[in-house]
């Protein structure tokens, strides 16, 4: 089974661009689709969009106009950058491998604070 | 979008008694062409991601305990863990994965009472 981590920055601040990278190992990122979701502190979990291995893509309508998701296949990796951050955005972010259902990373803070 | 709502939000069941947890979608999730409905459930226990325990409403992920079951179809579904352990205190969330956006219930916290 793929296993996932997460990692980038845990701090941000406001207005700037937030940046994760999840590196996918045991198995071949041009399986599955690749998804980012991230759960706000005591709160559910809201996905924020997938990415297949020709670098298509498709976001939350409610985080589209912020969101990009790209996919290195050479590094097995797949990445996410959040523009125009504000303290709304501090969650937990993970990723996952997209099939029949969720597989996740351990997950990542991130806090936007200045 | 899919709405996913749960319930109940929250609820205590005594060690070794019946948990039931439903999960209703503002549409179908059935997918007609191979008759199977794109309704996955996550256990995610504190400080930890979430956990994959049922895909397609009623497909076990390998290594999930047999006590964990899925059922239901359409719009209706239900997890049920027929003989709560200690270590099924979590909270379980519904989602559909038919369409995007992917979305999830709010949640159901389950504790022992």
């Known amino acids: 089974q793929v296993q996932l981590q997460e990692s980038g920055p845990g701090l941000v601040k406001p207005s700037e661009t937030l940046s994760l990278t999840c590196t996918v190992s045991?198995?071949?990122?041009?399986?599955?689709?690749w998804s980012w979701i991230r759960q706000l502190p005591g709160k559910g979990l809201e996905w924020i969009g997938y990415?297949?291995?020709?670098?298509?893509?498709n976001y939350s309508p409610s985080l589209k106009s912020r969101v990009t998701i790209s996919v290195d296949t050479s590094k097995n990796q797949f990445s996410l950058k959040l523009n125009s951050v504000t303290a709304a955005d501090t969650a937990v972010y993970y990723c996952?491998?997209?099939?029949?259902?969720?597989?996740w990373g351990q997950g990542t803070l991130v806090t936007v604070s200045s | 979008d899919f709405v996913m709502t749960q319930s109940p939000d929250s609820l205590a069941v005594s060690l070794g008694e019946r948990a039931t947890i439903n999960c209703k979608s503002s549409?179908?999730?059935?997918?007609?062409?191979?008759?199977?409905?794109?309704l996955a459930w996550y256990q995610q226990k504190q400080g930890q991601p979430p956990r994959l325990l049922i895909y397609?409403?009623?497909t076990r992920e390998s290594g999930v305990p047999d006590r964990f079951s899925g059922s239901g179809s359409g719009t209706d579904f239900t997890l049920t863990i027929s003989s709560l352990q200690a270590e099924d205190v979590a909270v379980y969330y519904c989602?559909?994965?038919?369409?995007?956006?992917?979305?999830f219930g709010q949640g159901t916290k389950l504790e022992i009472k």
């Open positions: 397609r409403s009623s």
């Open positions: 989602q559909q994965y038919y369409a995007a956006p992917y979305t």
């Open positions: 996952a491998s997209t099939a029949d259902g969720f597989s």
């Open positions: 045991g198995g071949s990122i041009r399986s599955y689709y």
């Open positions: 990415v297949d291995y020709s670098g298509n893509t």
């Open positions: 549409q179908s999730v059935l997918y007609s062409s191979n008759n199977k409905n794109y």
